[in-house]
């Protein structure tokens, strides 16, 4: 396929566990963001990978939210102990490099329910 | 206030009507603006792209531009049942980190 893939689509998981969420941008999509998206909200950045640069963290809610990215290629953004307001959709976008001009492509999302 | 208002709805139309959907913004920096339509359980899905003042039409969709007044538009004609779903506005310029508005649900009923 040639869009956006996250996996696994659908979470569901006890507060307190650590959970691994997964996203494999387009090919040659330099450019990576995630965001949480609550019922009925808007999309809320968390996190932003440009390449080999260092991360842009300024969104990640607190320090039981991180995410890697090795190159350009797959993202995983992890969530230790979770809480109950962590449910919501994770989802992860792509872009082309090459500045601030260039849209972003979604996947379709993780849906995180913590019990 | 916040960077981009947009009215979340939902707007309730009959088939066949033409939809209005919009977005206010603050920020001057925006230069170039994006409409997504997201569907139940789905990422949202780029619909029109723009980074200048005025119209841009594909198909039955018109993005309109007005940096005076800092006012993006998103006319749909003839809308159709299949065209419910969230319509998101976006904005970029001084980021790499668009700006998103809330959205704004669009029911069309037969």
């Known amino acids: 396929g040639a869009g956006v893939s996250q996996s696994p689509s659908n979470k569901v998981t006890e507060k307190g566990k650590d959970v691994e969420l997964r996203c494999d941008p387009i090919?040659?999509?330099?450019?990576l963001y995630w965001y949480r998206q609550r019922l009925g909200q808007g999309l809320e950045f968390l996190i932003y990978?440009?390449?080999?640069?260092?991360?842009?963290k300024s969104g990640l809610p607190s320090d039981r939210f991180s995410a890697e990215r090795t190159g350009e290629s797959v993202s995983t953004l992890t969530i230790q102990r979770t809480q109950q307001e962590d449910s919501a959709v994770y989802l992860c976008?792509?872009?082309?490099?090459?500045?601030?001009?260039?849209?972003?492509?979604f996947g379709d999302g993780t849906r995180l329910s913590i019990l | 206030q916040k960077e981009v208002e947009q009215d979340p709805g939902p707007l309730s139309v009959p088939e066949g009507a033409i939809v209005s959907l919009n977005c206010t913004y603050s920020n001057s920096a925006f230069q170039y603006f994006m409409w997504y339509r997201q569907y139940s359980r789905k990422g949202p899905e780029l619909l029109m792209y723009?980074?200048?003042?005025g119209n841009k039409e594909d198909g039955r969709f018109t993005a309109q531009v007005d940096k005076s007044s800092k006012y993006i538009s998103l006319f749909i004609r003839d809308s159709q049942p299949s065209d419910s779903a969230t319509y998101l506005c976006a904005m970029s310029g001084g980021s790499y980190i668009p700006t998103f508005g809330r959205g704004t649900s669009l029911i069309v009923h037969p």
């Open positions: 976008a792509s872009r082309v490099s090459g500045g601030q001009d260039q849209p972003q492509h």
């Open positions: 723009t980074y200048s003042s």
């Open positions: 990978f440009q390449g080999n640069s260092a991360p842009d």
């Open positions: 090919s040659g999509h330099t450019a």
